[in-house]
């Protein structure tokens, strides 16, 4: 079950505790959003109201749980900023933000003796006015450009996000993804993280929903 406003109030208490110029805009731009209530897809993981913030919360718990496992022994790691953990685990989908819209579809529901009925339900697309085409080829990069327009970056901060979920490029498997993870860990643990919330966290075979 997504608590809209437990979920809200979370994600806001954790980006107050980023001091960079302009993190006041983000957060009025998110405020003045559909941040807060949108899916994080149309089909796939919490493709459900709340759905985006939800995930930008899972998210940020593996990265911290990741953190905690693989950086006490591990010499390849070392200690990340607080902000830049909450910055690439809460923002790394803001492509996102204003680029579905509810609708109302027609599905089958089946009956215990095989039958069936068509019923209208609740369900998601992208705007036809937007679409990731429109900036560039991925959500990734318009994540980053999004969050660079208002705050900035630094290097390691700004490749995790554009290569959170890079391993294939329309379609093609990305030569350089290794080399990537090598050379920027943070970028590898957001990449897993990411991959945890959505596979296991947000498993479409479960049934979330809103709660208001």
């Known amino acids: 079950m997504i608590n809209l406003e437990q979920n809200k109030k979370l994600y806001l208490d954790l980006v107050s505790q980023i001091n960079r ?13 559909d941040f807060f209530t949108a899916p994080a897809s149309t089909k796939f993981h ?3 109201k709340g759905g985006l913030c939800q995930h930008s919360l899972n998210v940020y718990n593996n990265l911290i749980d990741l953190i905690n496992i693989y950086g006490k022994d ?3 790691l070392v200690e990340f900023d607080k902000e830049s953990i909450i910055i690439v685990a809460l923002f790394h989908d803001l492509a996102k933000v204003n680029f579905y819209e509810e609708y109302i579809k027609n599905e ?12 209208a339900v ?10 990731r085409e429109n900036v560039f080829h991925s959500h ?17 901060e700004a490749v995790a996000i554009m290569n959170h979920h890079a391993v294939f490029d329309n379609g093609n498997a990305r030569l350089d993804i ?6 920027y860990p943070l970028a590898t643990l957001l990449h897993t993280a990411d991959t945890l919330a959505t596979y296991l966290d947000e498993n479409p075979y479960q ?5 208001n």
């Open 21 to 33: 110029p302009g993190i006041d805009k983000l957060i009025e731009y998110l405020t003045e959003s």
């Open 140 to 156: 990734e990069v318009n994540s980053y450009m999004v969050v660079n327009r208002y705050i900035k970056l630094t290097e390691e």
């Open 178 to 183: 290794s080399e990537v993870y090598n050379r």
């Open 122 to 131: 609740p369900a998601y697309r992208l705007r036809d006015n937007f679409t």
């Open 207 to 211: 049934q979330y929903e809103s709660d």
């Open 74 to 76: 591990n010499r390849n």
């Open 46 to 48: 919490l493709n459900t």
């Open 108 to 119: 089958k529901q089946y009956f215990e003796n095989g039958k069936y009925d068509w019923v």
